[in-house]
């Protein structure tokens, strides 16, 4: 790595593999997979996310606020159960409490959660801003999460494009129009 930098054919020795994790985690997606060979080191970057398409496009509206992978990961979870704990936290991204309650607590201060109960009763729910805030999703971003709900759950109804992206029907039958152009869905019924 010295004799690269050295080249400048890389940029900081040591800064890689940082680096890749760093932008997986803000990316929602997977950590790679590393194994250890005799004379080299094998990477597998399986593009999978620990989220759902939903859950990625409903955290983007935050994209703003430039929160960390774990603060990505607390929103979600706390979107997605109805609250968020410490314990919680700390199982989902291996972190030890010191750092999980600091995670947390950032996202109170930034007032996109509330805290309810004490001590080991304590949990954390969105704030009435977090879940007044929308944003206008991509029209690639819903056919994203519209085939991705349909390939999970068998089907999609008018209905479900309205629970997953926050439209009037009118909007959802033009956004599963769009799926049935594209080739993603073909209607039933």
Same mark, same amino acid.
């Given at each position: ?47 999978? =996310?620990? !989220? $759902?398409?939903?859950? %990625? ?7 703003? #606020?430039?929160?960390? @992978?774990?603060?990505?990961?607390a929103l979600v ?49 969105? =704030?009435? !801003? $977090?879940?007044?805030? %929308? ?7 819903? #056919?994203?999460?519209? @085939? ?33 152009a594209e080739g ?6």
């Amino acid at each position: 790595m010295d004799a690269f930098h050295v080249l400048r054919l890389a940029e900081e020795a040591g800064t890689g593999i940082d680096k890749i994790l760093a932008a997986m985690e803000d990316a929602l997606l997977e950590p790679p997979q590393f194994e250890e060979k005799e004379q080299s080191i094998l990477v597998r970057f399986r593009g999978r =996310s620990v !989220f $759902a398409a939903e859950d %990625r496009l409903w955290i983007t509206q935050f994209n703003e #606020l430039n929160l960390s @992978g774990e603060q990505k990961v607390a929103l979600v979870f706390a979107h997605r159960h109805g609250s968020i704990r410490n314990p919680d936290l700390r199982e989902l991204r291996h972190l030890d409490a010191h750092a999980s309650r600091g995670v947390l607590q950032d996202l109170v201060n930034r007032g996109l959660l509330e805290v309810v109960g004490e001590r080991r009763g304590t949990r954390y729910v969105l =704030s009435e !801003f $977090a879940q007044q805030r %929308r944003r206008t999703s991509e029209p690639d971003e819903q #056919l994203e999460v519209v @085939g991705g709900h349909a390939v999970r759950q068998g089907s999609i109804a008018n209905r479900d494009v309205r629970g997953l992206l926050g439209v009037d029907p009118g909007e959802a039958r033009a956004i599963l129009e769009a799926a049935v152009a594209e080739g993603l869905l073909t209607p039933v019924g």
